[in-house]
């Protein structure tokens, strides 16, 4: 994907869009295209609750206490 | 107040009993809820479990009792010498006369209240300074609190590896919404440089950068075990944080500093898991909401579109053609009718035949009045026929007159005898004179 939209963004986008949409404000071809726009933010984030992209990480630091990068967690076996 | 009024009001003598129930009610209903703080002395405890003790200050002393299940929940050795904070209430010994404590908690007074001081030092002076607010039901929180992102993709938590907290919010985590990146910065939450750790990682994931929210917390544990979360550096990294921040500390009936200074305060670690990741189906209900509403959108505007053509086209364009033409229809058939203009010469004949019946009829009305006046004038003249006395005198009878003076004669005493009257007839005159009159 080329535009990285955040999920909550494409969703606040997305309620604007039904909104304008059931206000009938727009023109029939405005509406329209707002109508494509909807259904190709709604597959977006459709593709986004489904993807498991879950990652648990770990920020590595270095001597200072500046964070270097992440690295997995591993879950520890007991507390 | 209650004594004295009883006193002078009845003027009677109290017993001795009676003047110490009235003491113990006195006291007892004044202090049955006190918390004090002094020196404990003479402490003993008793063989029977039962502690006793007296509390003083520099000028004063008061006795106090902490019955055995009570002193059992001492989370210290009481001493003598020992600063202590205790609670209860006051009561009186009728027997002696004497009132102590009754303390049912019982604490070392640069423990707890030490700290409970600080706290509430640190949150004033932050009030003060306008970092925190107070509401008006009392509590507080932050001043001017973010909204936490309702679908958070990377969220940074700031706690120890491996506590209790940790574990339940991955739980959470994992049970819910899977697009999430989570990172963990592990930090000492309890003990020397604890603050400072947590601190510092409050600003190094905010430099890090990428976070939608933070959550900074630990699990529950004791005064002393939270007080991290309690400490000004603490405190000041968060409000400073540009990362909006949740704070997660202990349990639901533990408030900290962190929390009124976080834009978010959970009750409990599991409680922030849970606020910034939502549930996978409830995503998957809003998405289904928001699929029905637009695709309702859509078939409600066509349909309008839809019926405003089809009105256009058959109902509404039609019907204001045929509107306009009827009204111009009905504009020429009226000017048609309009003989002024479409036959004059008929108009004026007509117009002259009704001149000539308007003559007619005045003709004949005239004749008509003429009539009646001619029938008018024949009835006057019969009846001035009837006037005529001759046609009386026609009828056989006659007229007297004065033959000197020519006057009717209408009474026998206006002659007298040698009168000459005149007779008038029907037909001839005839001279008399009067004989006799009766």
Known sequence: MPE????????????????????????LDESLKRYEEGVKLLRLCTVKLEEAEKKIEVLTKDKNGKATGTKEFNKPDSK | MLLLTHMTEIQKALTVTE??????????????????????????????GHLYASLKDENSVIKLVMFKGA??????????????????????YEKSG??????????????RGILQKKFEELRDKLVAEGLIAKQSNGTHRKANPRPIPSYPEKIGIITS?????????????????SNVTVVLDPV??????????????????????????????RGGGSIEDLWAFNEEPVARAIYASKVPVISAVGHEIDFTIADFVADLRAPTPSAAAELVVKDKNDIAAVLEGNWARLNQALSGMTEKYRERLSWLGKTGLAAALKKTVEVYKERISSLRKNRVLSRPAELIDELRQELDDLEQREEKAYRHFMELKRRELILAASRLEGLNPLKILERGYSVTL??????????????????????????????????ETK
């Not at chain 1, 969703?11 to 206000?23: G, N």
């Not at chain 2, 002193?71 to 009186?92: C, E, I, T």
């Not at chain 2, 004497?98 to 423990?111: K, L, V």
């Open chain 1, 4 to 27: 990285e939209i955040k999920f909550e963004d494409a969703l606040k986008k997305l309620e604007k869009i039904v909104e304008t949409l059931e206000s009938g404000d727009v023109g």
């Open chain 2, 19 to 48: 003047l110490n129930r009235g003491i113990k009610d006195v006291l007892t209903d004044e202090f049955d809820d006190i918390k004090v703080g002094g020196e404990l002395s003479n402490f003993l405890l008793h063989s029977s």
């Open chain 2, 188 to 217: 000492k939450v309890q003990g020397e440089g604890a603050a400072e750790e947590i601190a510092d990682a409050v600003a190094r994931l905010n430099s890090f950068g990428g976070f939608d929210v933070l959550i900074v917390g």
């Open chain 2, 402 to 435: 004065n033959k000197l003076s020519g006057v009717i004669i209408k009474n026998a005493e206006d002659l007298k005898k040698g009168d000459t009257v005149e007779l008038r007839f029907a037909k001839g005159i005839a001279v008399a004179e009067i004989t």
């Open chain 2, 161 to 177: 590896p491996t506590g209790a907290a940790i574990q339940d919010m991955l739980n959470i985590i994992s049970r819910r919404f």
């Open chain 2, 71 to 92: 002193n059992l929940k001492l989370k210290f050795k009481p001493a003598n010498g020992m600063n202590v904070v205790v609670h209860g209430r006051v009561d009186v």
């Open chain 2, 98 to 111: 004497q009132y102590q404590i009754i303390a049912d908690y019982m604490e070392e007074a640069d423990g």
